[in-house]
């Protein structure tokens, strides 16, 4: 099974494919899409839209998971994280696949059996888990977070 994970952001969404097989896992890749901070909205979200499709299409996963959302102090943000997750969403469904959403807790306790756990944690782990994988970036490290988390306790 190839599970792809996403850590949507308007600015940069991760992205991590992974090969399950049994209890084994793989690393297949990982990256990030970025958007132009200058263009405006409406560009942004179709540019991320082609480019996870892109990647779905190269790929071929069989399932996808998603990083909720969590509110920040400032309203905008949250609305432009939400905007830019609604693509993933769409994204994913589009190509036919089943998706699933976990919070960011449960990822990090998925991967090192806490949910308070740090960045730097959370990427040692995937270090282990996938031996020799090179990270693209924090949110492509988080992306694979979601697409392992997925594996362990796909819903």
């Given amino acids: 099974m190839i599970i792809i994970g996403l850590d949507p952001g308007l600015a940069c969404t991760g ?3 992974i090969a399950k097989s049994g209890n084994r896992l793989s690393h297949v890749a990982n990256g990030q899409v970025r958007t132009d901070s200058a263009a405006p909205l409406a560009e942004r979200l179709v540019t991320l839209d082609r480019e996870l499709g892109d990647v779905i299409l190269h790929y071929r996963p069989d399932a996808g998971a998603v990083e909720e959302v969590f509110v920040n102090a400032n309203p905008q943000s949250t609305l432009k994280l ?3 997750r609604g693509v993933c969403l769409l994204a ?4 036919g696949l089943p ?4 919070a960011t807790r449960f990822v990090k306790k998925a991967l090192v059996g806490t949910g308070g756990a740090e960045k730097a944690q959370v990427q040692a782990m995937l270090r282990v888990l996938l031996p020799g994988v090179k990270l ?3 949110d492509a490290a988080d992306a694979l977070a979601v697409a392992i988390a997925h594996a362990h306790g796909a819903r």
Avoid: P, T
């Avoid at 994913?92 to 190509?95: C, D, P, V």
């Fill in 15 to 17: 992205w991590g494919v």
């Fill in 82 to 84: 939400g905007q830019a």
């Fill in 99 to 102: 998706v699933s959403e976990y």
């Fill in 92 to 95: 994913l469904a589009r190509a």
């Fill in 136 to 138: 693209a970036g924090a």
